[in-house]
C-alpha cells in the first residue's frame, strides 16, 4: 500500500507541475489586455465675479460649464483651477497669482479681467501695463504656449437694471468697449484667441434671464451662452 501511495503523489506532482509550466507559458504567449491610460486636462481660469460666478451655483459659473462641455468632446479626467474673486482687479489678480504660485503645466487658460479697474475708477494706463502683463503670465502658466491660452472679453454691465440705475449706462459702455478694444488688439497682435461675449450681455436689458437675481452679473443662461462661442476654440485648443 505504501509503494502505491507513493507513486500516486509523484504522478499527481507530476500533473500539477506540467499544468502550471502549462498556465506560465500561455500568459507569457498571450498577456491579459490593458486600458490605456486615461488623458489629463488641466483648465486654468482667471479673473473676477464673471469667472467666480457671483451669484450663481459653483456648476453654474462658465470654466465649470465649459469644463463639463469639453468632457463631451474629448474624453479625459479633467481638473479645474479658478483663481478669482468679486471685485478684483488687474492688480488683484497679478498679487492673488503671484501668492498662489500655479503650477506651470495647464493644458487650457482663459482670462478674463478688467471691470472693476473700469467701475473703481483706475487709471485707464494700469489696465495697459497690467494687462498685457497677465497675459504673459497665463502664458507661462500654460506651459508657455500661447496657442493655450484664450482671452475673454469683458461683459458690459451697462445693461444690466444696476447698471441702469448706476451712473451713465452710455458712459459705461464707452469705457468697456475702450477696454475691450485694448485687449482685442493686444490679442490680435501677438497671435492669442480672443473671444467676445460683450453682445451677449447686451441683451440683459430686453432678456432679464441673461442676469441674475442680483440685478448685476450674468445668469447660468448667459454663462452657458459664453461656451457656446468659448467651446469650438477650447476643443481646437486641446485637440
Known sequence: MKAITNSALSLLLFFTISCNSNDDNNEATNPLPTDPETR?????ALGDSYTIGQSVCETCRFPEQLKAALSTQIEADYTLKIVAQTGWTTTNLKNAIAAQNPSHDY?????????????????????????????????????????????????????????????????????????????????????????????????????????????????????????????????????
Open 40 to 44: 489629463e486636462i488641466k483648465y486654468l
Open 107 to 239: 493644458d487650457l487658460v482663459t482670462l478674463l479681467i478688467g471691470v472693476n479697474n473700469q467701475y473703481q475708477g483706475m487709471p485707464f494706463e494700469t489696465y495697459e501695463q497690467e494687462f498685457p502683463e497677465l497675459v504673459n503670465t497665463a502664458i507661462m502658466l500654460a506651459k508657455g504656449d500661447k496657442q493655450h491660452v484664450i482671452i475673454v472679453s469683458i461683459p458690459d454691465y451697462a445693461y444690466t437694471p444696476f447698471g441702469q440705475s448706476t451712473g451713465d449706462p452710455g458712459q459705461i459702455s464707452y469705457e468697456i468697449d475702450r477696454y475691450n478694444n485694448f485687449a482685442l488688439n493686444y490679442a490680435t497682435a501677438n497671435g492669442i484667441q480672443f473671444v467676445n461675449i460683450t453682445d451677449i450681455t447686451r441683451e440683459g436689458i430686453f432678456n432679464p434671464e441673461l442676469v441674475t437675481s442680483d440685478g448685476l452679473h450674468p445668469s447660468q443662461s448667459a454663462y452657458a451662452k459664453f461656451v457656446e462661442r468659448l467651446l469650438p476654440k477650447a476643443t481646437s485648443i486641446l485637440e
